[in-house]
Protein backbone atom coordinates (compact mmCIF):
# COMPACT_ATOMS: atom_id res chain seq x y z
CA UNK A 1 0.00 0.00 0.00
CA UNK A 2 1.26 3.60 -0.51
CA UNK A 3 0.06 6.40 0.92
CA UNK A 4 0.05 9.73 -0.53
CA UNK A 5 -0.72 12.80 1.39
CA UNK A 6 -1.64 16.26 -0.60
CA UNK A 7 -1.02 20.08 1.01
CA UNK A 8 -0.75 23.32 0.07
CA UNK A 9 -4.56 24.16 -1.21
CA UNK A 10 -6.52 27.22 0.22
CA UNK A 11 -8.70 29.99 -0.88
CA UNK A 12 -7.30 32.56 -2.97
CA UNK A 13 -8.40 34.98 -5.66
CA UNK A 14 -8.11 35.10 -9.03
CA UNK A 15 -4.70 35.89 -10.74
CA UNK A 16 -3.04 34.16 -6.96
CA UNK A 17 -1.00 31.27 -6.84
CA UNK A 18 -0.45 28.21 -4.68
CA UNK A 19 1.32 25.18 -4.71
CA UNK A 20 0.38 22.04 -3.82
CA UNK A 21 2.45 19.27 -2.66
CA UNK A 22 2.16 15.37 -2.96
CA UNK A 23 4.34 13.48 -0.27
CA UNK A 24 4.69 9.98 0.03
CA UNK A 25 7.27 7.99 2.86
CA UNK A 26 6.94 4.92 0.11
CA UNK A 27 10.27 5.39 -2.29
CA UNK A 28 8.46 4.26 -4.73
CA UNK A 29 6.96 7.57 -5.31
CA UNK A 30 10.57 7.92 -6.89
CA UNK A 31 9.99 5.15 -9.25
CA UNK A 32 6.77 5.72 -10.78
CA UNK A 33 4.67 8.28 -13.01
CA UNK A 34 2.67 10.68 -10.53
CA UNK A 35 -0.15 12.81 -11.79
CA UNK A 36 -2.70 15.12 -10.56
CA UNK A 37 -6.19 15.08 -10.82
CA UNK A 38 -9.52 17.64 -9.84
CA UNK A 39 -12.63 17.02 -9.17
CA UNK A 40 -15.03 20.19 -9.08
CA UNK A 41 -18.76 19.84 -6.95
CA UNK A 42 -21.31 17.85 -9.49
CA UNK A 43 -18.03 16.92 -11.82
CA UNK A 44 -16.14 14.05 -12.40
CA UNK A 45 -12.71 13.81 -11.28
CA UNK A 46 -10.69 14.95 -14.19
CA UNK A 47 -6.39 15.26 -15.10
CA UNK A 48 -4.38 17.84 -14.78
CA UNK A 49 -1.15 17.20 -15.02
CA UNK A 50 1.15 14.34 -14.67
CA UNK A 51 5.15 13.87 -14.42
CA UNK A 52 7.43 10.48 -15.43
CA UNK A 53 9.56 8.89 -13.19
CA UNK A 54 12.35 10.38 -14.04
CA UNK A 55 11.36 13.80 -14.37
CA UNK A 56 11.87 14.63 -17.80
CA UNK A 57 8.20 14.04 -19.25
CA UNK A 58 5.55 15.96 -18.26
CA UNK A 59 1.78 16.53 -19.71
CA UNK A 60 -0.70 19.05 -19.37
CA UNK A 61 -4.56 19.31 -19.68
CA UNK A 62 -5.01 21.96 -22.28
CA UNK A 63 -6.75 24.32 -20.01
CA UNK A 64 -3.77 24.48 -17.56
CA UNK A 65 -0.58 24.29 -19.76
CA UNK A 66 1.52 27.54 -19.62
CA UNK A 67 -0.51 28.30 -15.88
CA UNK A 68 0.46 25.10 -13.82
CA UNK A 69 3.98 23.75 -14.02
CA UNK A 70 4.41 20.28 -12.46
CA UNK A 71 7.84 19.04 -11.11
CA UNK A 72 9.50 16.30 -8.52
CA UNK A 73 12.07 16.00 -5.87
CA UNK A 74 13.41 12.35 -5.55
CA UNK A 75 15.79 13.70 -2.01
CA UNK A 76 12.46 14.73 -0.91
CA UNK A 77 9.93 12.17 -2.54
CA UNK A 78 8.02 14.75 -3.22
CA UNK A 79 5.75 16.12 -6.59
CA UNK A 80 4.81 19.58 -6.84
CA UNK A 81 2.15 21.21 -8.75
CA UNK A 82 2.85 25.42 -9.08
CA UNK A 83 -0.29 26.81 -10.17
CA UNK A 84 -0.22 30.20 -11.28
CA UNK A 85 -2.62 33.34 -12.41
CA UNK A 86 -5.38 30.92 -10.95
CA UNK A 87 -9.13 31.00 -12.09
CA UNK A 88 -12.63 30.65 -10.46
CA UNK A 89 -12.88 27.52 -12.77
CA UNK A 90 -9.75 25.65 -11.38
CA UNK A 91 -11.84 25.45 -7.95
CA UNK A 92 -11.72 21.99 -7.18
CA UNK A 93 -10.44 19.49 -4.75
CA UNK A 94 -7.25 18.27 -6.09
CA UNK A 95 -5.41 14.86 -5.97
CA UNK A 96 -2.11 12.91 -6.07
CA UNK A 97 -2.00 9.66 -7.33
CA UNK A 98 0.55 7.36 -8.49
CA UNK A 99 0.66 3.60 -10.36
CA UNK A 100 3.40 1.35 -11.21
CA UNK A 101 2.20 1.29 -15.19
CA UNK A 102 0.64 4.38 -15.87
CA UNK A 103 2.06 6.77 -18.12
CA UNK A 104 2.15 10.35 -17.99
CA UNK A 105 -0.31 10.44 -21.11
CA UNK A 106 -2.65 8.63 -18.82
CA UNK A 107 -5.66 10.99 -18.77
CA UNK A 108 -8.31 8.71 -17.26
CA UNK A 109 -8.52 8.31 -13.33
CA UNK A 110 -9.38 4.48 -13.51
CA UNK A 111 -5.89 3.28 -14.37
CA UNK A 112 -4.15 5.01 -11.80
CA UNK A 113 -3.85 2.83 -8.10
CA UNK A 114 -2.48 5.11 -5.43
CA UNK A 115 -4.66 7.97 -4.17
CA UNK A 116 -4.40 10.87 -1.41
CA UNK A 117 -7.04 11.83 0.49
CA UNK A 118 -7.53 15.46 -1.70
CA UNK A 119 -6.72 19.03 -0.90
CA UNK A 120 -8.91 21.78 -1.47
CA UNK A 121 -8.39 24.44 -3.41
CA UNK A 122 -10.73 27.59 -3.87
CA UNK A 123 -10.60 30.91 -6.15
CA UNK A 124 -12.93 33.91 -6.32
CA UNK A 125 -12.91 36.80 -7.80
Known amino acids: QVQLEESGGGSVQAGDSLRLSCRSP????????VAWFRQAPGKERSFVAA????????HYQNSVEGRFTISRDKVESTVTLRMNNLKPEDTAVYYC??????????????????WGQGTQVSVSL
Open 26 to 33: ARSLNSWS
Open 97 to 114: ATDPLAHVTTMTAEPWLY
Open 51 to 58: ISWHGEYT
